[in-house]
């Protein structure tokens, strides 16, 4: 009789013991979907941040667009407008010559990588 209520004993505390862990199982299942729901939210979080900025540029954006002064600046620009008071200056274009064009052959320097930090650290030329 006394091994029966020791064998029962151990049993329960067993069958305790696997309660025990299947509830620390269930609990920390959900502790980490509840960690990766949360950093999910928080990169949409961030997503939306991002998306409202570059909305708000848009938006601005269209309103200069929009805008007097931008009409008036490409006018001046594409279709060479002027106010009727305003003086303009007109340089004529000099294309460049064919020696502002060549270039100088730099030495080919044969140190290796090493060689050239040591000497950059250094100051030696």
């Known amino acids: 009789m006394r091994n029966w209520s020791i064998i029962s004993r151990i049993w329960s505390y067993v069958f305790l013991a696997i309660i025990f862990l299947y509830l620390i199982f269930i609990f920390s299942k959900t502790v980490w979907k509840n960690y990766l ?36 600046r490409i006018a001046r620009s594409l279709l060479n407008y002027k106010k009727p008071d305003e ?9 460049p010559s064919k020696e502002e064009f060549k270039f100088q052959e730099q030495p080919i320097d044969s140190r290796n990588n090493l060689q050239k930090w040591f000497d950059f650290i250094f100051k030696k030329s």
Not at 87 to 95: D, G
Request: cysteine-free.
């Open 87 to 95: 003086k303009v200056i007109a340089f004529p274009y000099q294309a």
């Open 37 to 72: 729901i949360n950093r999910q939210i928080y990169k949409l979080q961030k997503e939306v941040e991002v998306a409202e900025e570059e909305n708000l540029r848009l938006k601005n954006l269209v309103a200069y667009y929009q805008s007097e002064a931008y009409q008036e």
